[in-house]
């Protein structure tokens, strides 16, 4: 009774600063394991950064477009109707693209993690806290169609803990 009573005492179930990890998540794979091993509820932080690409799309994007981990998409200029494309110092926002095949039905190229290659993949994104919603061995993904990460490009770098 103590323990369960220590359990649901407002304590915030979080991982050991010892399992505090970074790991790099090629857009090419679906998921990479991170070797750390959660429990459902505990509470995990995450940081991620860096760009990848999903693959060519056609008209209006007409190109392939660079994602961040908030699944976010840029081009490299400002394009136009006309197909004109101005040259611009960084990356321009096109906004997102939701497919509802992704492995999160939502953003493409959306930070994603899944607990055990089984457990049903839920977002992360760019930055925030996530409870975990199982128990394993926890995985990060880039998100787009199963199957179809074999024409992707880059990686997110992600730290955890
Ligand atoms: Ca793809």
Do not use: W
């Not at 998540?25 to 760009?51: H, K, M, W, Y």
């Not at 290659?117 to 975990?132: E, N, T």
Request: positive net charge; contains cysteine; hydrophobic residues 40%.
């Amino acid at each position: 009774m103590l323990c369960a009573a220590l359990a649901t005492g407002g304590l915030i179930p979080t991982i050991s600063p010892a399992d505090a990890g970074e790991i790099v998540v090629p857009a090419t794979a679906e998921c990479v394991d991170t070797n750390l091993r959660v429990r459902r509820g505990q509470r995990v932080f995450f940081s991620a950064i860096g760009t990848a690409t999903y693959g060519f799309e056609g008209p209006p994007v007409d190109d392939s477009p660079v994602t961040n981990p908030d699944g976010q998409r840029f081009l490299p200029y400002v394009p136009s109707a006309t197909g004109a494309r101005r040259p611009i110092d960084g990356l321009f926002p096109i906004g997102r693209k939701r497919d509802p095949f992704a492995l999160v039905p939502g953003p493409i190229g959306l930070l994603v993690g899944r607990v055990t290659r089984d457990g049903k993949p839920f977002p992360i994104g760019a930055s925030g806290v996530v409870a975990m919603p199982g128990t394993g061995k926890l995985q990060l993904c880039y998100n787009d169609v199963p199957g179809a990460h074999g024409d992707n490009s880059g990686a997110y770098r992600v730290a955890f803990g």
